[in-house]
């Protein structure tokens, strides 16, 4: 895996290689000094072309506590206000000395664009595209899964028949659509809801069930239950009648929650709008990962930087 550009590419032993891995990276909490000197001399360029808070500290605090040197480009402030494309921004900054380029860009495909065009030598890492993929977060929300679920023994563990319920915004979703793929190569089974206007056109082609009605799949029970941001930024028109109408159909209400079994994960990705698409009450319980779902992220994409780069090293 020189690139990581979606979950789609990733094979069962290769995800449990990678979440395993970062298993291995997260026993460095118990150490004094947290940094390993894996990627010592090594450049990783965080290109965020997309606002972020989460995924680019993430992948910053994973870079230096693999003792790599980070540069990090945001789109505010740089010289793409001069109209500088995203070839030659690239390249200007793999000009300095990079390895790794850690891209989030709001067209989909930009990630795929700048690992197989020729124009780089780094291995590319996406950090999420348009409503494409954001595959670290997928791994990132197994690794949380499966520790949650089968504890200290989760190594070499798959997610095979864990229930997941996947509730929101799904259309405009890069984390539904990568999550989608590799819970299905884990053996997970997953039922996709939202409103009809927010379920991606061709989704009765995906390995999942669609349920419109959240009470119906509260019904049934999941394991995991995970909340969606609407994603107003990426919405041409309007998609459902009215806010209030969506949280009363859509949200993780206090009453949706407390009829959740006690160990049902409730997880969601952030950033979250809390009274929308979840509850305090929901968010804030000891049923909640959304905290441990950013720890994690940290040892998922150290583990992905470390792959990358093993990989990219014939370069
Ligand atoms: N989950 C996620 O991608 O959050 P950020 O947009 O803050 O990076």
Do not use: C
């Amino acid at each position: 895996m020189r690139h990581l550009l979606d979950t789609d590419g990733l094979g069962r032993d290769q995800a449990i290689a990678l979440l395993d891995t970062a298993a291995e990276f997260s026993g460095i909490q118990e150490r004094k000094v947290q940094k390993l000197p894996t990627l010592r001399g090594v450049t990783v360029a965080n290109l965020f072309f997309e606002d972020s808070t989460r995924t680019r500290l993430s992948f910053e605090s994973a870079a230096k506590k693999l003792s790599a040197d980070v540069i990090t480009f945001t789109g505010q402030g740089s010289s793409l206000s001069k109209g500088e494309s995203l070839k030659d921004t690239a390249q200007t900054i793999e000009a300095m000395g990079t390895q790794i380029m850690v891209v989030r860009h709001s067209s989909s495909g930009a990630a795929w664009r700048l690992a197989h065009s020729g124009w780089l030598n780094s291995s590319v890492v996406n950090a999420g595209d348009g409503t494409h993929a954001h595959p670290t977060q997928a791994l990132l929300d197994a690794y949380t899964m499966r520790s949650r679920l089968h504890g200290a023994a989760a190594t070499g563990k798959d997610l095979d028949g864990v229930r997941v319920v996947i509730v929101g915004d799904i259309a405009h979703s890069r984390v539904a659509r990568s999550n989608v793929h590799l819970l299905n190569t884990l053996g997970a089974e997953v039922t996709l809801v939202a409103p009809k206007t927010l379920m991606p056109t061709g989704v009765d082609k995906w390995s999942v069930t669609t349920q419109n009605n959240f009470d119906e799949a509260l019904a049934g029970s999941p394991d995991v239950v995970m909340m969606l941001r609407v994603q107003h930024e990426r919405m041409k028109g309007s998609h459902f009648p009215s806010p209030r109408e969506y949280v009363s159909r859509y949200g993780l209400s206090a009453e949706r929650f407390q009829s959740l079994k006690e160990s049902t994960l409730v997880m969601h990705p952030g950033p979250m709008n809390r009274g929308v698409e979840i509850s305090s009450v929901a968010a804030d319980s000891p049923q909640s990962t959304i905290l441990e779902q950013v720890t994690n992220g940290v040892w998922v994409r150290m583990a992905v930087l470390y792959s990358v780069y093993q990989q990219g090293d014939a370069r």
